[in-house]
């Protein structure tokens, strides 16, 4: 379901709205919570479904992860290696309606509609039984190792803008891949930051993000580093493409990782072409490379 005040930024970007729960899709390891130390907000990430709330605020954003993408999420350990390891490949950005298994029938109606120019999102919207179909069955961009492996195949061999079908434990889909593109996320240490952060002409051709709160950046912080704090998320999401730049490259920062993990994804799902986390955050870079930083 859309809910109530939500404002729909793009197709492929969250459905959100700082006054109701938002619905849309934000990449982040499986099974995991967050609670900052200080009960700002808590971060909670199930297979189908991810919170944050921010009691202070009594904001809450509520991410519904479809139930055709349950396995869509990416492990992180998966994805992010030691050093600066960093993972690359070809994206697609897929829209695609599901039906039950046993409407064999209408599927094979309404592939024949779209085959004769019905818009496969409209069709979605009418026929869909999965919550995607808000937004005209838009799955935003992905990636193989993120989807289950019958939709996956299915989607990555499929000619561009053919509607195809495939089945799954869910039932069966038709699927349509809009477009594609090639880009980077990627892991950097603390260390390797650090010597490129020595180089002057670095800080004018890279972006550098710290994503923790204003409190927590005025007892540690490092030079460059422009703040987006994640509870403020609402106030800087929407505009993140007009702010800084897709085509840069972008480092993302928190306190420990975790939180930089998740925006660093989500950046990349809003066109940002090379993005990097910074492993173990600020609290990392204090401990191995420069003494003089407080922890907390």
């Given at each position: 379901m859309l809910l109530p005040r939500a404002s729909i930024i793009h197709r492929s970007c969250l459905v959100l709205s700082t006054r109701s729960p938002i619905i849309g899709v934000l990449?982040?390891?499986p099974r995991c919570l967050y609670s900052d130390?200080?009960?700002?907000?808590?971060?909670?990430?199930?297979?189908?479904?991810?919170?944050?709330?921010?009691?202070?605020?009594?904001v809450k954003l509520d991410l519904f992860m479809k139930k055709s993408r349950q396995a869509?999420?990416?492990?992180?350990?998966?994805?992010y290696g030691s050093n600066s390891?960093?993972?690359?490949?070809?994206?697609?950005?897929?829209?695609?309606?599901?039906?039950?298994?046993e409407d064999q029938k209408l599927l094979l109606e309404l592939q024949k509609r779209a085959a004769e120019g019905e818009d496969l999102g409209d069709l979605a919207v009418e026929y869909s039984i999965c919550p995607s179909k808000e937004e005209g069955g838009m799955l935003g961009w992905v990636r193989k190792g993120q989807m289950v492996q019958e939709f996956e195949e299915a989607a990555f061999n499929a000619p561009l803008n053919e509607v195809?079908?495939?089945?799954?434990?869910f039932g069966w889909h038709l699927l349509q891949v809009l477009s594609e593109r090639d880009s980077i996320l990627g892991q950097i240490q603390p260390s390797e930051l650090h010597e490129k952060m020595q180089d002057p002409s670095f800080l004018d051709n890279a972006q550098l993000i710290?994503?923790?709160?204003?409190?927590?950046?005025?007892?540690a912080s490092l030079p460059g580093f422009k703040v987006f704090p994640l509870r403020q998320f609402g106030n800087w999401g929407p505009g993140i493409t007009t702010e800084l730049d897709p085509q840069k490259d972008t480092y993302v920062m928190c306190h420990h990782g975790m939180r930089s993990l998740q925006v660093a994804q989500w950046l990349q799902t809003q066109g940002f072409k090379r993005v990097f986390n910074v492993s173990g955050g600020i609290h990392e870079y204090a401990m191995k490379v420069d003494r003089s930083i407080p922890t907390y």
């Open positions: 990449p982040a390891p130390s200080r009960s700002h907000y808590s971060f909670s990430l199930m297979p189908t479904r991810c919170s944050i709330y921010f009691p202070t605020s009594r869509w999420l990416p492990s992180a350990a998966a994805a390891n960093s993972e690359s490949g070809r994206e697609i950005l897929v829209q695609h309606l599901l039906v039950k298994e195809v079908r495939c089945k799954t434990k710290d994503v923790r709160e204003p409190d927590e950046v005025a007892k």
